[in-house]
């Protein structure tokens, strides 16, 4: 049995093989056809760059349904290559701002070229742990996360972050994937199945 350690270093293996190889078969979904399937229209995917959908996998389009309003500070936890940063920082216009944080560091050279192919001065994206975010308290509106905590297994320590760097009078807007039937408690949890 994988102890969280290895699980994490074998999720962040895997998400960066997709930022790198995104036409690769991978254990999950990946690209433009599955972000559209999800939800994020094919007219707003034209005006983004390639590198930042083509490597894309989450899990709805949390940017796209969340109520972000121009002047807020916002936070994509696990940004991947940016798409949901990019989007988001449209939204919030040139006096608000957009931190993208991932802990997959060929994913986020995904997000840095796309940002420097739009030239958006709104975005900051950083390398860190959904559990050590590298922000001053109560620092954003709202939070958007695209599926991170299925693949985490520090999920207290995330929330408990969460609650110190968003605002009072904030939010957070969380997609997940869930089962929808028990495992079986003696089932084995590994690498191939973490995924699954």
Not at 84 to 94: E, P
Request: proline fraction near 5%; glycine fraction near 8%; include cysteine.
């Amino acid at each position: 049995m994988l102890v969280a350690s290895q699980l994490k270093n074998a999720v962040r293996k895997a998400y960066s093989a997709a930022a790198e190889m995104p036409n690769a078969k991978h254990a999950f979904p990946v690209g433009r056809p599955f972000a559209e399937s999800i939800g994020y229209p094919s007219d707003l995917l034209d005006a983004i760059p390639k590198c930042a959908y083509e490597a894309f996998c989450g899990v709805t389009s949390v940017s796209v349904d969340a109520r972000i309003e121009p002047g807020m500070r916002v936070l994509d936890l696990g940004c991947g290559g940016g798409l949901d940063s990019l989007i988001a920082a449209r939204r919030v216009g040139k006096h608000g701002h957009v931190t993208g944080v991932d802990f997959s560091e060929p994913m986020l050279e995904r997000a840095r070229q796309a940002l420097t192919q739009t030239g958006d001065t709104n975005i900051t994206f950083c390398r860190a742990d959904a559990e050590g975010v590298p922000c001053d308290d109560a620092s954003f509106d709202l939070v958007l996360i695209n599926g991170i905590f299925n693949l985490n297994p520090a999920r207290e320590a995330i929330f408990a972050e969460l609650g110190r760097i968003v605002r009072p009078s904030g939010g957070v807007r969380a997609a997940e994937l869930v089962l929808t039937a028990s495992r079986l408690q003696t089932a084995k949890i590994d690498e191939a199945s973490w995924f699954a």
